[in-house]
């Protein structure tokens, strides 16, 4: 195996690996390396995939035991086989996973198991089981990812307390799950065990759910939630969690400050947010500082020293796997000469509850405060047919559009 390559991406998920894949498709000598065993990152291993498996799973369950028989289908006797469906989301990962390994065979990329970090310009240190190795690079994209933000105070065992990446692995249903942050994750992770049966609670430190979405939007679906059973604590704070023998106490207080109050879960989910995933890169061997969030500053991709770059979530903009593959292509055709270009204008948000929570696009805040003169037009799904028949009539869909041109903000 070549110790020398035109291009070493650290970091294996959607960033990493689809900046690989393009670089070797134009022709380069690409290694990738990923500290974890399998390939797809956080996204395809313990984030984005796994949790769809469980929200379409839990779907179809909450489907056939509460909502068929307005349509004529009796489904008497529908149980729950929670080992079946969490092997089912593992299954897909595994499927997933592999076919991510198969596509770095079919264009040549090495794969390095190990820690990466930067050993000084144009070199990668691989730090694996069996030791460490260093590599020569022509060119080094970081694509390290991010990694769950901690609830000072609270320590996650991945047991009672669980990220993310636990609560895609409880063993069973809980009975009361609380859920610490009301943003995508939060309310996908309870949207998947309310359907299964828990009793859910959204502790917010901000007045409403989904904060950055349209405001109107956010208001509406937090509604349309409270109606599926979800309950909320908005402007309020989790400023500790005790184990007891009976479960989890936890103690809420205004965001504002004020009278503690005291709420009991079997399992608490924190979910406030992801952090840019930097440390222990070696950056500092090339100069390169990140800013106070620890996040890497760029300028079309590129970091302050020669030829190194960084995409995805360690980079400024939304924590998106999408927004991640799109800037890989582009860096990798940029390094191979041509323009390398991602129109930050049209990368979509999506939050995968039922219904659906879709935006692209500037939110009307947003056209308020840039003072951008605009129209509103908005359609209700209780008025659409499609919707009316499939049962579906929660919700709407709203176009803002400038004021003169009409073009679609």
Not at 42 to 68: F, Q, R, W
Not at 158 to 184: N, Q, R
Not at 200 to 228: A, S, Y
Not at 304 to 310: K, V
Request: glycine share 12%; with cysteine; proline share 4%.
């Amino acid at each position: 195996m070549s110790d020398s390559f035109d291009v070493i991406v650290i970091g294996g998920g959607p960033g990493g690996y689809n900046c690989a894949i393009r670089a070797a498709q134009l022709g380069m000598t690409v290694a990738c390396v990923e500290k974890r065993d399998t390939l797809g990152g956080t996204c395809l291993n313990v984030g984005c995939i796994p949790s769809k498996a469980l929200l379409h799973a839990s779907e179809v369950y909450d489907e056939a035991d509460n909502h068929m028989a307005a349509l004529g289908v009796q489904t008497k006797g529908v149980s729950l086989d929670l080992p079946q469906m969490m092997d089912h989301k593992d299954k897909t990962v595994d499927q997933l996973t592999q076919g991510i390994a198969f596509l770095f065979k079919k264009n040549k990329i090495t794969h390095l198991n190990g820690w990466g970090k930067i050993a000084g310009p144009g070199k990668v240190e691989v730090i694996g089981d069996d030791g460490s190795k260093s590599y020569d690079a022509k060119h080094i994209v970081i694509a390290t990812g991010s990694e769950v933000m901690p609830l000072p105070g609270v320590d996650i065992d991945e047991d009672s307390i669980v990220s993310s990446t636990g609560a895609l692995a409880l063993p069973k249903v809980p009975k009361h799950l609380l859920v610490v942050g009301g943003g995508v994750i939060g309310l996908e992770l309870g949207s998947v065990w309310r359907r299964l049966g828990a009793e859910v609670t959204v502790v917010e430190f901000l007045d409403g759910v989904l904060p950055g979405m349209d405001g109107e939007v956010r208001k509406n679906f937090q509604r349309i939630l409270k109606k599926q059973g979800f309950q909320f604590k908005l402007s309020s704070k989790v400023t500790g969690v005790e184990k007891t023998k009976s479960g989890l106490k936890v103690s809420v207080e205004p965001a504002a400050g004020g009278e503690t109050e005291v709420m009991e879960a079997d399992v608490v989910l924190v979910s406030i947010g992801r952090r840019p995933y930097t440390e222990n890169l070696g950056l500092e061997t090339v100069g390169i500082e990140v800013d106070n969030r620890g996040f890497i500053p760029t300028e079309h991709f590129k970091t302050s020293a020669d030829g190194i770059y960084a995409v995805g979530d360690v980079t400024h903009g939304p924590m998106l796997a999408h927004k991640a593959e799109d800037e890989a292509g582009a860096v990798a055709e940029l390094i191979a000469g041509q323009a390398g270009h991602v129109n930050y204008d049209v990368i979509p948000g999506v939050v995968y509850t039922m219904p659906e929570v879709a935006s692209v696009g500037k939110t009307e805040e947003e056209l308020k405060d840039a003072g951008i003169a605009y129209n509103s037009g908005k359609f209700p799904f209780t008025a659409n047919a499609r919707a009316k028949a499939n049962l579906a009539t929660e919700g709407f869909v709203k176009i803002l559009a400038d004021k003169t041109t009409d073009r679609v903000l």
